[in-house]
């Protein structure tokens, strides 16, 4: 699958925009497939500041497996998420503007050795306190016992993950490149949740060439629409914008 170079010139301006899909292939589960997270678990229980009002033991416990199962030896980097952290380093290197945005709150992305990175829905690897909203790395299981780092408290700590009706991280860097990209790429999102889901058309409006790379089309409105598993398509694609950049 070559690049079809709908570019009148090589991009000079890349925003990406990552989600789930990508890290299938490394064996994290997605969201909305038939065997997705939210066929177990119910959004608003596991994934909203009510549902971890009402009952924190459960939010705490679906984030602990989740970050368990992310620090396990299987789950590691795919060739797509190698394949961007290659194509970010040479464009850079080559005076190209480079931004990745993620939805996932994996670190597969930083692991794969991307560095201009967004994780807008937050990370699992992370913790924040209720207090002061200080940010902690936290690889452990987080619960009502863990002690916070800023207070010395127990009992107030959540996961640094944006919940639904939160507002997603970033959103000032990320709308400011995506203002100024020519080529925005979306890879393994069904583009369901907001904002996220509209960046490709605020792409559009601001001059830029836009594709898809997913399983599936979601007839999102993308100029470009390549089908296939990321592990594949993404690596044909960016080497091959290589060569045409
Ligand atoms: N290669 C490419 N695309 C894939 C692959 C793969 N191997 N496997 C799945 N996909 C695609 C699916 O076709 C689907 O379009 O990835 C997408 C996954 O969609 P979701 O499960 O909805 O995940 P995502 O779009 O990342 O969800 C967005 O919703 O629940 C919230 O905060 C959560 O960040 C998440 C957000």
């Not at 066929?39 to 984030?63: C, K």
């Not at 700590?157 to 860097?173: A, D, S, T, Y």
């Amino acid at each position: 699958m070559h690049y079809s170079n709908a570019l009148s010139r090589a991009p000079r301006s890349v925003v990406v925009l990552t989600g789930a899909g990508i890290s299938a292939e490394s064996g994290i589960r997605t969201f909305r497939a038939s065997d997705g997270l939210w066929e177990e678990h119910r959004i608003e229980d596991v994934a909203s500041p009510e549902g971890f009002a009402r009952n924190p033991t459960l939010v705490y416990d679906f984030y602990n497996q989740r970050r368990r199962q992310l620090q396990s030896p299987a789950i590691k980097p795919n060739a797509a998420h190698s394949a961007l952290a290659r194509f970010e380093h040479n464009f850079v290197q080559a005076g190209g503007e480079f931004l990745l945005v993620t939805q996932n709150v994996d670190n597969l992305h930083e692991r794969a050795g991307s560095e201009s990175l967004c994780h807008m829905h937050g990370e699992l690897l992370k913790s924040r306190c209720l207090n002061s909203g200080l940010i902690f790395e936290w690889r452990e299981d987080l619960g009502f016992d863990s002690v916070c780092r800023c207070c010395q408290q127990r009992g107030n700590l959540r996961p640094h993950i944006v919940w639904f009706g939160e507002m997603p991280c970033h959103m000032n860097v990320i709308e400011a490149a995506l203002t100024r990209c020519d080529l925005f790429i979306s890879i393994g999102t069904s583009g369901n949740v907001y904002p996220a889901a509209g960046f490709g058309q605020l792409a559009r409006y601001a001059g830029a060439h836009t594709v898809e790379i997913n399983l599936e089309d979601t007839r999102s409105g993308f100029d470009e629409v390549v089908l296939g598993p990321a592990a594949t398509r993404v690596p044909e694609f960016f080497n091959s914008l290589l060569q045409n950049s």
